[in-house]
């Protein structure tokens, strides 16, 4: 499939798409016209992308992730060096802390509606 239907069946921009190319991400082969054209396994592997990226993690260590993950296609996934496993671990940890920081302020938050509610 050519960058604009991959674009439309993700809802990444086209933009996007050539970072995540460009970043290692994201794999197309090129036609005799020099367009982009990509297997149906992108689909899977841009909402992967975008996943992570909500995560909050880089496009460094995406790209050092990708390969330890299975694809759609449930081929077999590289194992992850100790170090990425570390530094996803600490990001897991951050991203446990944000949530126990954002339950208390919703917590705060329901106290102060229930005390104007009166």
């Given at each position: 499939?050519?960058?604009?239907?991959?674009?439309r069946r993700t809802g990444v921009s086209e933009r996007s798409l050539r970072?995540?190319?460009?970043?290692?991400?994201?794999?197309?082969?090129?036609?005799?016209?020099?367009?982009?054209?990509?297997?149906?396994?992108?689909?899977?592997?841009?909402?992967?992308?975008?996943?992570?990226?909500?995560?909050?993690?880089?496009?460094?260590?995406?790209?050092?992730?990708?390969?330890?993950?299975?694809?759609?296609?449930?081929?077999?996934?590289?194992?992850?060096?100790?170090?990425?496993?570390?530094?996803?671990?600490?990001?897991?940890?951050r991203i446990d802390r944000m949530i126990a920081d954002l339950r208390r302020?919703?917590?705060?938050l329901d106290e102060v509606i229930e005390a104007a509610r009166g």
């Amino acid at each position: 499939m050519r960058i604009g239907e991959l674009a439309r069946r993700t809802g990444v921009s086209e933009r996007s798409l050539r970072y995540y190319g460009q970043q290692g991400l994201l794999a197309s082969e090129r036609t005799a016209g020099g367009h982009r054209e990509y297997t149906e396994a992108a689909v899977d592997r841009v909402i992967r992308i975008q996943e992570l990226y909500a995560a909050g993690l880089c496009s460094d260590k995406i790209a050092q992730l990708l390969p330890c993950m299975r694809d759609g296609d449930g081929g077999p996934s590289a194992a992850a060096s100790p170090k990425l496993v570390a530094d996803l671990t600490a990001e897991r940890d951050r991203i446990d802390r944000m949530i126990a920081d954002l339950r208390r302020s919703r917590d705060t938050l329901d106290e102060v509606i229930e005390a104007a509610r009166g």
